[in-house]
């Protein structure tokens, strides 16, 4: 059989010079839909614009162009027509506010598998020049079990998982941990805990997950951070303009801004080995 993965690497290698070394791929996941996370990856790309950081969003919840509606953008090209040839990684890249920049329809990421070695060679020239646009690939995935979410995270050198405090959002965050911890054990999860009253309710959410998944998968989780409960983020998806610049003093935003803070701090630290795009991409392929 033809192995698109090897193919890749080879590819990938005979082209280093594309590639630099330096961004990040972090993805932004859940157990349970509607928890959150796209509205986490807007305003956290925002909030890490205003600490330097060079963003690009990968909306890769397949069909549903979460991202474009949360900034209010239809977005002419998507990854598609990269794919099919048609443009190339610059004219596809939509900018939105403060620098950041929207990688649009990312179902076509997963039509990578089947690529010839043709049409594969001019993809990979293309997504290798992302990491001179960027710092950081921040992947808003779908929720749940699905192999494109799976493989999404565990291709990535980070992971926030994102959940509530009710029970059926943490029993369905157990459960993709399960799954990720089958599929790549290295992954660094990092948890936000969203919609909370307090900071007491968040610390009990985390804990009882990180128990969980210490004591039957011996999986250590972090809390990168809580998120309160707050009526204006309701209010800036209804307005398809992004909390951090409808509503930029609202207590949820403020949640973000510090944990954009403590993604810096991630940052601080040495890559996992995935790493970056090419890492990314390797990974996703021979996961196939
Ligand atoms: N901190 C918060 N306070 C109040 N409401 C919130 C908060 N975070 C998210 N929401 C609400 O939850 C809804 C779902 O959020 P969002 O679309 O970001 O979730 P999601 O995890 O991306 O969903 P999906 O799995 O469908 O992609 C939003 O419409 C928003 O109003
Ligand atoms: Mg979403």
């Given amino acids: 059989m033809y192995d698109q993965a090897s193919a890749l690497r080879r590819l990938a ?164 941990l399960k799954s990720i911890h089958k599929q790549a054990e290295k992954i660094n999860v990092n948890v936000v805990v969203n919609r909370v009253k307090s900071e007491t309710e968040a610390q009990q959410a985390y804990e009882r997950l990180a128990y969980a998944a210490q004591k039957f998968l011996g999986f250590p989780l972090r809390l990168l951070g809580w998120i309160y409960d707050d009526p204006l983020v309701g209010r800036s998806v209804m307005e398809q303009k992004p909390l951090a610049l409808s509503h930029p003093q609202s207590h949820a935003y403020k949640c973000i801004q510090w944990i954009a803070g403590n993604v810096v701090g991630i940052y601080r630290q040495p890559p996992t080995p995935n790493g970056g795009i090419k890492g990314f991409l390797s990974t996703l392929l021979s996961s196939n």
């Fill in 13 to 176: 290698g005979e082209r280093d010079s594309a590639f630099a070394k330096s961004m990040r791929v972090l993805a932004v996941s859940s157990g349970k839909g509607g928890v959150g996370k796209t509205s986490l990856v807007v305003n956290l790309a925002l909030a890490l614009a205003d600490y330097n950081y060079r963003v690009i969003i990968l909306d890769g919840d397949l069909g549903l162009a979460n991202v474009d509606v949360a900034f209010g953008i239809t977005p002419r090209y998507n990854i598609r027509n990269l794919l099919n040839g048609e443009k190339n990684i610059e004219e596809i890249i939509y900018p939105v506010e403060k620098g950041v920049k929207i990688l649009p329809g990312a179902s076509g990421v997963m039509e990578l598998a089947n690529l010839d070695r043709g049409r594969l060679q001019n993809v990979l020239v293309n997504l290798g020049r992302l990491e001179k646009m960027a710092d950081i690939l921040l992947i808003d995935t779908g929720a749940g079990l699905g192999h494109n979410t799976l493989n999404f995270i565990c291709a990535s050198d980070d992971c926030i998982l994102v959940l509530t405090p009710e029970p059926p959002s943490m029993t369905d965050a157990y459960g993709l």
